[in-house]
Nanobody, 129 residues
């Protein structure tokens, strides 16, 4: 059974860093675009970043550009989201999701929630002093 499991969230002070992981089982991420989404209390789900099936195409929402970095390790079947210079507004539950696409896709856009077939349970990131 296909499954995505996030880890790495926690409580961090403003300006701090975290590395989120999204480990896949039952599906090979070299055939999937992986997106990271987040949802803060009382707000809708927001697409944060994506990486293409090849691992070479990445994209970020404007509010995290230059602070968040996504990386796919196909050998480990895991996607990482490195978060730097965290701010209070980054507080949210972070989810990874996988959308099937052609092997070796060079580019990605996060797209809509409905494009993603598999979702993890989420990991909480709280930024507070």
């Amino acid at each position: 059974q296909a499954r995505l499991v996030e880890s790495g969230g926690g409580l961090v002070q403003p300006g701090g860093s975290l590395r989120l992981s999204c480990a896949a089982s039952g599906l090979g991420l070299d055939y999937y675009r992986v997106g990271w989404f987040r949802q803060a209390p009382g707000k809708g789900r927001e697409g944060v970043s994506c990486v293409s099936s090849s691992g070479h195409g990445t994209n970020y929402t404007d509010s995290v550009k230059g602070r968040f970095f996504i990386h796919k390790d196909n050998a480990k079947n895991t996607v990482y989201l490195q978060l730097f210079d965290l701010k209070g507004e980054d507080t949210a539950k972070y989810y990874c999701a996988a959308a099937r696409e052609d092997l070796g896709a060079p580019l990605c856009t996060v797209g809509r929630d409905s494009e993603y077939e598999y979702w993890g349970q989420g990991t909480q990131v709280t930024v507070s002093s």
